[in-house]
């Protein structure tokens, strides 16, 4: 079983430093730029707003690429990748805000393209210089803490082999203490077993110890008790790990509520900054959209009218955030017709019910272009899970335990389930429970990248589909 967000040390004082590298690269940038073009530094005051304002966008973007994690062990080109597409992103809401207040005229293209260039150049040159020093640093030893773990099963190993996997945090195991394991075993590989639990404190007395990592099960309070009295005259850190990762965990985090610590075992990820993050993707970016697909909603309007009598949109109740009930329209693609109370029907392979008009839209996903109304009016995203008819909510929520955590987040028009094929009829538990696995994943993991990710794929193979009927 893989745990996910067991280990999540920080270096408060890397992280603050390479934040400060990053804002005074994109004023350093945008300075040069100014010069290359203008030959002098006397900047006017609306190319001065335009970097304050980058400043400003980057603090919320650059986090959200996830650019101040660890990279230890992933490749450069990865993260020079991430880099670009959060530097790309910061000057596109940049230029987006430019044309909303009609300030985008008053800028040189050449300045604005050079800084983007030179704002490129100096990020990928910073972030080499650093992981070379942070290699060098490595290499000398400093910043070593050593660590003893306590338990040899489970998330003790798995703790152990992520310890070992992470060189760059500084933590170096001298061995566990289990006993379910012979003294002389082996974890994870290369941890050795010390001993049993028993002898962790005469252990401890002997030896320089910096932190003591107990991750025994929930079920081994007494013993945790226990092994925290027996070393109260211990000067190391002692820190619990406690084995949550046998439940279904959601955006999990510790946090502190009125001084009491509180582990989040499943949550949203909009949240904060987040959520606000997100709803300025969503409604700017659904906004452009429909004035540019306008021409041809009118096209699709006109054609659904003259396919079959009937109203222009379907429209239907289906759970949004939180599981509360949203309106969802679409281009109508069926002959109208009425369904048996509290059913509803999927579009089956060569339905009946759809006209042709109808197979041309739904085989190029054409039908689903009103959402974008529904993005605009806060009550859709554009990348999410798809919304299910409220009574495809109620047969499945029973049958898959986890069905009804999609509902973290606000449903969208295209997902990540929907770019790996998981679209179209669900006839077959399997095929939903594959749907959720996907959806899970997306809000577990997501980002502005991720989403930024979901609607290049889309675009380029998303609309056309053998599951799309």
């Not at 994690?69 to 805000?97: C, H, Q």
């Not at 394991?181 to 028993?198: E, H, P, Q, T, W």
């Not at 002997?206 to 932190?211: G, S, W």
């Not at 279904?248 to 509520?257: F, K, Q």
Request: glycine residues 6%.
């Amino acid at each position: 079983m893989i745990y996910s967000g067991i280990i999540k040390e920080h270096s408060f004082t890397l992280n603050a430093i390479l934040r400060s590298l990053d804002l005074s690269t994109i004023v350093f940038s945008g300075i040069c730029a100014y010069w290359l073009q203008f030959s002098h530094l006397n900047l006017p005051e609306q190319y001065i707003t335009a970097i304050g304002i980058a400043i400003l966008i980057s603090l919320i973007v650059f986090p959200h690429f996830n650019l101040y994690r660890p990279w230890r062990g992933t490749s450069m080109t990865k993260e020079i990748g991430v880099v670009t597409f959060a530097w790309i992103s910061t000057l596109i809401l940049l230029s987006v805000f430019g044309f909303i207040t009609k300030q985008s005229s008053f800028f040189s293209r050449i300045w604005i393209s050079s800084w983007f260039v030179l704002g490129w150049w100096f990020f990928v040159t910073e972030r080499i210089t650093l992981r070379a020093l942070l290699s060098w640093l490595r290499k000398k030893g400093f910043n070593q803490r050593f660590v003893v773990i306590v338990g040899g099963m489970g998330v003790a190993e798995e703790v152990a082999a992520r310890l070992i996997a992470s060189p760059w945090l500084g933590f170096r195991v001298l061995g566990c203490f289990c006993d379910r394991r012979k003294a002389g075993d082996m974890i994870a590989g290369s941890v050795k077993v010390l001993g049993g639990i028993n002898s962790l404190v005469a252990f401890a007395a002997a030896t320089r110890i910096d932190q003591i990592w107990i991750a025994l099960p929930l079920k081994e309070e007494e013993r945790i008790k226990n092994l925290l009295y027996e070393l109260r005259h211990s000067t190391a850190d002692i820190r619990f790990i406690p084995d949550i990762f046998s439940f279904r965990l959601l955006n999990h985090s510790i946090s502190e509520v009125a001084n009491i610590p509180v582990i989040n075992l499943c949550s949203t990820p909009m949240d904060g900054i987040s959520r606000w993050v997100k709803e300025l993707e969503d409604r700017i970016l659904a906004f452009l959209i429909l004035l540019l697909i306008n021409p041809l909603m009118l096209l699709i309007t006109i054609a659904v009218r003259l396919s079959s009598p009937g109203p222009i949109f379907f429209k239907q109740k289906r759970h949004g955030w939180d599981g509360q009930p949203i309106t969802v329209y679409k281009f109508r693609t069926m002959y109208t017709h009425k369904e048996a109370n509290g059913t509803v029907s999927q579009a089956k392979k060569k339905d009946p019910r759809v006209t042709r008009v109808g197979a041309f839209l739904r085989r190029t996903s054409l039908d689903e272009l009103p959402q974008f109304i529904n993005v605009v009016q806060g009550r859709m995203s554009i990348v999410g899970p798809r919304p299910h008819a409220i009574e495809h909510n109620n047969h499945f929520k029973d049958k898959i335990d986890d069905y009804m955590l999609r509902h973290k987040v606000k449903p969208g028009i295209t997902g990540w389930a929907q770019v790996h094929g998981w679209r179209g009829e669900t006839d077959t538990l399997d095929k939903m429970q594959k749907r959720v696995e996907f959806d899970l994943y997306y809000i577990e993991n997501w980002s502005v990248w991720l989403d930024l990710q979901i609607i290049l794929r889309t675009l380029f193979s998303g609309f056309f589909h053998k599951n799309a009927y």
